[in-house]
C-alpha cells in the first residue's frame, strides 16, 4: 500500500518508539499535523518552537530515549536553533524534524524559506534534506541511528512539503549501514590492561566523570569501578548525579564553581582517570597547571574529543559501561595487587578527608532576608530523592549543583556545555510529560525565566504539575558577580529594574503563584507547592548580591580558587 510522506514520518517515528513529540505547526508542516490527528503519537503544542526543542531534550534527558521535535520552515526553523545547539552542546540524542518549501522553490527566496541544512551543520551530529520521497524512510532510520549511538546528538531532517505530499511503497529498513560511521563500544582490550596497570601503579588516583557516564547509563559500572579500587570521585555538571554525591568517595563538583578539595585533589593527584569528560575550560581552569602531577587516562566513546584540550597519556575509545565493566573483571584478576593499591592509597584519601573538613561547601542563613542557598537546601530537605530536577542558567544553577545531593542519574536536568538561560522549564515540561508521577522542580533565575515563561501556558494547557521556584535578586546575577568581582561594581545593564509580581503572571495564566520574602516563610511555600495540584510558580525574594564561592576567577588554575568574596 502507498503512503504519503507525511503519513510515512509518523509510522517510522511509531516504529521507533516514539510515543511523545513536541512543536509548533505551520504552513509547510500542515500535512504532518493533519495526519497527526489520526496518528498514536502524542503531540505536546509549545507556545516557541525552542521550548519545543528544549522539551524534546529535556524528555531525552530524563528517560535515555530520542527526543522528537516538530517545527515548520524559516521562522519556524530558525527558532529551533538555541535548542538544537544546546543539545548538541550536552551530547543529548534528538530528531528534529523541520519542514521546508518545496523542493521546486528551494533557493528562490519563497516564502518562509531558510537554508535550515546550512544553518544547523554546524550544530547538529548530522543532517538531512529529504528530496524524494523514496528516501524518506531510510533516512529516518538512520537519523534514529545517529542520534542514539555513539557519542548521541541531534540529527535534523529537512521535509520539503511536496515531498510530505507525494506517496510510495512503505518498507522501513531493517538495518542501517552507513560508511564512515562505525561507532566502537567496546575498549581495545591491550588498552584496558594497560589502564589496569597504570591504576595498579598509581598512589593518587582521581576519577573525573563527565555526562558521558549519564549518557551511557553507566552508573552501577562507575560505582562498582570507584569502590573497587577506592579512588576518590569528582564530577562535571554533566556527569554530577551519576555519582552518589553523599558517597564517601565522592569530591562532589570540581571547576570553576566546585569544591576546594575537588580541585586540590586533581592537582595533588598522580592518575586522573577521565569518564566520559571533554576537559572544558570551566573544568580545566588555566590548562597549563590542570593536574600537573598526573597521568591521564582519557575513556571516551567520542575519539574526536581524547587529546583535543589536554594531553593524554592512555586512551581508551569505547563505550563506558562496557570498558568499566571489563577494567573492573581485569582488577578482580589482579586482586591481590588491588588491595596493595588499596592500602598504599590510604594516606592519600587521608589528606582529602582533611581538605574536606577544612573547607566544606558553606553558607550561612543569617538575618532577615532569604539566602538563595537555604532555599535550595529546604527544597532539596523536603522532596524524596527522587525528584527531577531542571534549572536555567546563572548563579542559581550552580548552587542548585553545590547544595542538592543528587544520587540518581537523570535527576539534574541542566544546559551545561551551552548554558542556555530558558532551559529549565520547557526541559521540565519535557521530563514531566515523560514522568508525569514524579515531582519535577525547574530551579530559576528571574531573568532566566522570563526567557520562556511563556510555556506556563503549555503546562496549564497539559496539566503538567511542574514545580517553578524562582530565586528573585532581581539581578542577572551571574553576570552581576563578575561585575562586582571583576569589573569594580558597575553594573551595567544586569539590574532587573522592573519588579515583576510573578504571583500574579502564575495567576494569569492559570497556574497557582506562592510568594516567599522571609526565611520563616520559605519552608511553608515549598510544602504548599508540592501538595498544590498542577503547575506553581513559588517566588522567594532573596539576597541580591550573594555570590557563588568557591570560585577559580578565569584564567586562573584550579589551585588558586578564592573561597570567599
Ligand atoms: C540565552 C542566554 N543569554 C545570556 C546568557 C549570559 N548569562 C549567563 S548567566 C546570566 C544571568 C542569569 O540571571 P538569572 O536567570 O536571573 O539567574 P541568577 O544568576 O540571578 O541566579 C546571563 C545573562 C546566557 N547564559 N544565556
Known amino acids: 500500500m502507498k503512503k504519503t510522506g507525511s503519513q510515512i514520518l509518523l509510522e517510522c517515528l511509531h516504529l521507533e518508539g516514539v510515543d511523545t513529540v513536541f512543536g509548533y505547526p505551520g504552513g509547510t508542516v500542515i500535512n504532518i499535523y493533519n495526519d497527526l490527528v489520526d496518528s498514536p503519537i502524542r503531540h505536546i503544542l509549545n507556545r516557541h518552537e525552542q521550548a519545543a526543542v528544549h522539551a524534546a531534550d529535556g524528555y531525552a534527558r530524563a528517560t535515555g530515549k ?49 537554508d535550515i541544512i546550512g544553518i544547523t551543520r554546524p550544530v547538529t551530529k548530522h543532517n538531512y534534506l529529504v528530496k524524494d520521497v523514496k528516501d524518506l524512510a531510510r533516512i529516518l532510520k538512520q537519523a534514529f541511528y545517529i542520534a542514539r549511538t555513539g557519542r548521541p546528538g541531534p540529527v535534523l531532517v529537512d521535509l520539503p512539503k511536496d515531498v510530505q505530499m507525494a506517496s510510495t511503497r512503505f518498507v522501513y529498513p531493517d538495518t542501517v549501514d552507513l560508511r564512515g560511521y562505525k561507532p566502537s563500544f567496546s575498549g581495545n582490550v ?20 563527565g555526562g558521558g557516564a549519564t549518557l551511557s547509563d553507566a552508573s552501577p559500572e562507575l560505582l562498582a569501578f570507584a569502590e573497587a579500587i577506592q579512588a576518590p570521585v569528582t564530577t562535571t555538571l554533566m556527569g554530577m548525579a551519576s555519582f552518589p554525591k553523599r558517597h564517601p568517595l565522592s569530591l562532589e563538583m570540581l571547576g570553576m564553581h566546585g569544591t576546594y578539595y575537588a580541585n586540590m585533589a586533581v592537582t595533588e593527584s598522580d592518575l586522573l582517570i577521565a569518564v566520559g569528560a571533554r576537559f572544558d575550560d570551566r573544568v580545566t581552569g588555566k590548562i597549563s ?12 566513546i567520542d575519539p574526536t574529543s581524547i587529546k583535543k584540550n589536554v594531553r593524554v597519556d592512555l586512551p581508551i575509545v569505547g563505550e563506558l559501561r562496557d570498558v568499566l565493566q571489563t577494567m573492573v573483571k581485569k582488577l578482580v584478576e589482579h586482586d591481590d595487587e588491588v588491595r596493595e593499591l588499596v592500602e598504599r592509597t590510604a594516606p592519600w584519601r587521608a589528606e582529602i578527608a582533611g581538605w574536606k573538613k577544612k573547607y ?25 530523592d527522587d525528584a527531577i530536577i531542571t534549572t536555567e542558567v546563572g548563579q542559581h544553577q550552580m548552587w542548585t549543583a553545590q547544595f542538592f545531593d543528587f544520587s540518581q542519574p537523570r535527576t539534574f536536568l541542566t544546559s551545561g556545555g551551552l548554558g542556555t538561560m530558558g532551559f529549565g522549564l520547557p526541559a521540565a515540561l519535557g521530563a514531566q510529560v515523560a514522568f508525569p508521577d514524579r515531582q519535577v522542580i525547574d530551579i530559576s533565575g528571574d531573568g532566566s525565566f522570563q526567557m520562556n515563561s511563556q510555556e506556563l501556558a503549555t503546562l496549564v494547557q497539559y496539566r503538567l504539575p511542574v514545580k517553578i521556584a524562582i530565586l528573585n535578586n532581581n539581578f542577572l546575577g551571574m553576570v552581576r ?41 520559605v519552608e511553608g511555600v515549598i510544602r504548599q507547592a508540592l501538595e498544590t495540584p498542577g503547575p506553581v510558580i513559588m517566588e522567594f525574594k532573596v539576597a541580591r548580591e550573594e555570590n557563588v564561592m568557591p570560585m577559580v576567577p578565569a584564567g586562573a588554575g584550579l589551585n588558586e580558587m578564592v573561597l570567599a568574596s
Open 481 to 521: 558577580q563578575w561585575q562586582e568581582l571583576f569589573f569594580d561594581r558597575r553594573y551595567s545593564q544586569t539590574c532587573m529594574e522592573l519588579p515583576i509580581d510573578f504571583v500574579k503572571l502564575a495567576e494569569a495564566y492559570g497556574a497557582t503563584g506562592l510568594r516567599a520574602t522571609t526565611p520563616e516563610e
Open 289 to 300: 597547571t590542570f593536574a600537573p602531577h598526573a597521568k591521564i587516562i582519557h575513556i571516551d
Open 360 to 384: 566544606p561547601m558553606s553558607y550561612k542563613q543569617t538575618g532577615a532576608v532569604i539566602k538563595p542557598q537555604f532555599v535550595i537546601e529546604k527544597i532539596r530537605e523536603l522532596t524524596n
Open 190 to 209: 591491550r588498552q584496558v590492561e594497560n589502564g589496569v596497570k597504570m591504576i595498579l601503579a598509581s598512589k593518587k588516583p582521581v576519577i573525573y566523570v
Open 66 to 114: 530520542v527526543g522528537v521535535a516538530i517545527a515548520t520552515s524559516g521562522p519556524g526553523a530558525t527558532n529551533t536553533i538555541t535548542g538544537i545547539a544546546t543539545a548538541y552542546m550536552d551530547s543529548i540524542p534528538m530528531v528534529i524534524i523541520t519542514g521546508q518549501v518545496p523542493t521546486p522553490l528551494i533557493g528562490n527566496d519563497a516564502f518562509q524559506e531558510a
